[in-house]
């Protein structure tokens, strides 16, 4: 296999990383790649979450780019639908095939070739090129990017520019890339009625009916009208569920997921406060119980040196314009962000990750390769 990026997707899309579990991708960044390019390389593991940090200095002072990216992936699902197994990283027609591959082990092999080449024919480069790598991207988030971040400030570790390989792109590599993605809100709630036959209503109190008029009020409830960066916030209700598959008992508790994705116009607080005010206006406070999950806030990088240098890249190995997006779901840029640096993600294109038959094409992980390289030149040198 003459090809190195191809090489190194298929050798990591051939461990079978299922978050939180690495399956020995880092270790074979570490030994291969890191090791031989005389990076510094400290594994900062947290509970069952395996993470790098490694960099290489440069002889010069300068700026420091991060790359960040994750070895862990989500289930392949149901085997009998692939046309290939999820793990073999088969290769048809020029598109490699397999569980990963487009998010995120193509851009990742992407970024590290790009660095070897770039280190190889620049060991004098300026400045820092940075990695953190961890396997709790696709799962709870909690012991990976997060805290590799919290360690880094309190050693007051700089990071000027960030760049996450997550799958950006829609059609065409570097069609769109993000400058910052939306918060993420959950919250639990639990509405009390009172069980009870069927067939006697007025002995109980079915939570089911008595929560209508209450998310009605949620759905239909403007929350803001976005701003030029973010849409408006949206509301969804995740998972509902209420009684034991019997059809003559009245339940006694509806359980209720709902998702709050928001931008910089609005917080965290304004959103708890206005939901605590609707449950209030609907039930009594021992009627209800609620909890909340706060997956991160929103970030946002305005235009300056990166967003530029990646234009740039982009337009000279794809002859377009990206456009600057903020959508989709988040990102471990939610915890770079608290850096100070500015935080830009392009990868691979997004139409089959998490699904059935994940695939990307041997020419786009080469393209992709070729940017990065250029935005490690734009910066470092």
Same mark, same amino acid.
């Given at each position: 296999?003459?090809?190195?990026?191809?090489?190194?997707?298929?050798?990591?899309?051939?461990?079978?990383?299922?978050?939180? %579990?690495?399956?020995?991708?880092?270790?074979?960044?570490?030994?291969?790649?890191?090791?031989?390019?005389?990076?510094?390389?400290?594994?900062?593991?947290?509970?069952?979450?395996?993470?790098?940090?490694?960099?290489?200095?440069?002889?010069?002072?300068?700026?420091?780019?991060?790359?960040?990216?994750?070895?862990?992936?989500?289930?392949?699902?149901?085997?009998?639908?692939?046309?290939?197994?999820?793990?073999?990283?088969?290769?048809?027609?020029?598109?490699?095939?397999?569980?990963?591959?487009?998010?995120?082990?193509?851009?990742?092999?992407?970024?590290?070739?790009?660095?070897?080449?770039?280190?190889?024919?620049?060991?004098?480069?300026?400045?820092?090129?940075?990695?953190?790598?961890?396997?709790?991207?696709?799962?709870?988030?909690? %012991?990976?990017?997060?805290?590799?971040?919290?360690?880094?400030?309190?050693?007051?570790?700089?990071?000027?520019?960030?760049?996450?390989?997550?799958?950006?792109?829609? #059609?065409?590599?570097?069609?769109?890339?993000?400058?910052?993605?939306?918060?993420?809100?959950?919250?639990?709630?639990?509405?009390?009625?009172?069980?009870?036959?069927?067939? #006697?209503?007025?002995?109980? %109190?079915?939570?089911?009916?008595?929560?209508?008029?209450?998310?009605?009020?949620?759905?239909?409830?403007?929350?803001?009208?976005?701003?030029?960066?973010?849409?408006?916030?949206?509301?969804?209700?995740?998972?509902?569920?209420?009684?034991?598959?019997?059809?003559?008992?009245?339940?006694?508790?509806?359980?209720?997921?709902?998702?709050?994705?928001?931008?910089?116009?609005? %917080?965290?607080?304004?959103?708890?406060?206005?939901?605590?005010?609707?449950?209030?206006?609907?039930?009594?406070?021992?009627? #209800?119980?609620?909890?909340?999950?706060?997956?991160?806030?929103?970030?946002?990088?305005?235009?300056?040196?990166?967003?530029?240098?990646?234009?740039?890249?982009?337009?000279?190995?794809?002859?377009?314009?990206?456009?600057?997006?903020?959508?989709?779901?988040?990102?471990?840029?939610?915890?770079?962000?608290?850096?100070?640096?500015?935080?830009?993600?392009?990868?691979?294109?997004?139409?089959?990750?998490?699904?059935?038959?994940?695939?990307?094409?041997?020419?786009?992980?080469?393209?992709?390769?070729?940017?990065?390289?250029?935005?490690?030149?734009?910066?470092?040198?």
């Amino acid at each position: 296999m003459s090809c190195p990026i191809l090489k190194l997707t298929k050798r990591l899309v051939q461990c079978e990383s299922i978050s939180p %579990n690495d399956a020995g991708c880092q270790d074979l960044l570490v030994e291969d790649y890191f090791k031989p390019l005389d990076f510094i390389i400290e594994y900062l593991p947290f509970e069952d979450t395996k993470n790098i940090w490694a960099f290489h200095q440069g002889k010069e002072k300068g700026p420091s780019l991060l790359f960040v990216g994750h070895t862990d992936i989500v289930p392949a699902g149901d085997l009998s639908q692939w046309n290939s197994h999820p793990f073999e990283a088969s290769i048809r027609n020029n598109i490699i095939y397999g569980r990963g591959v487009a998010d995120m082990k193509g851009a990742l092999a992407a970024m590290i070739i790009a660095t070897e080449r770039f280190i190889k024919n620049n060991p004098l480069h300026k400045g820092k090129l940075a990695f953190i790598i961890t396997s709790d991207e696709e799962g709870k988030s909690e %012991n990976g990017t997060k805290k590799v971040i919290h360690t880094l400030i309190q050693r007051n570790e700089r990071i000027d520019y960030c760049l996450i390989g997550e799958p950006s792109s829609t #059609y065409k590599i570097g069609d769109t890339i993000k400058n910052g993605r939306r918060g993420s809100l959950t919250a639990n709630i639990v509405i009390h009625g009172i069980q009870g036959h069927i067939a #006697y209503p007025h002995l109980a %109190n079915n939570p089911i009916h008595s929560s209508i008029l209450f998310l009605k009020e949620l759905i239909y409830h403007e929350w803001d009208k976005g701003n030029a960066f973010f849409p408006s916030t949206t509301m969804q209700i995740s998972n509902i569920h209420a009684g034991h598959g019997n059809s003559n008992i009245i339940p006694g508790k509806l359980h209720l997921q709902i998702n709050f994705r928001f931008g910089t116009q609005t %917080n965290e607080l304004i959103i708890r406060n206005k939901v605590k005010n609707i449950l209030q206006s609907h039930f009594n406070k021992e009627d #209800y119980h609620i909890d909340w999950l706060f997956s991160g806030p929103p970030f946002l990088t305005l235009p300056g040196k990166l967003l530029e240098v990646v234009s740039q890249a982009i337009q000279h190995y794809q002859g377009i314009t990206p456009h600057i997006e903020t959508t989709g779901g988040t990102s471990d840029g939610r915890f770079v962000v608290q850096t100070g640096s500015e935080i830009v993600e392009l990868g691979l294109i997004n139409k089959t990750i998490h699904k059935v038959n994940e695939c990307t094409k041997i020419t786009d992980l080469q393209v992709l390769a070729k940017i990065y390289q250029f935005i490690i030149s734009q910066i470092l040198m």
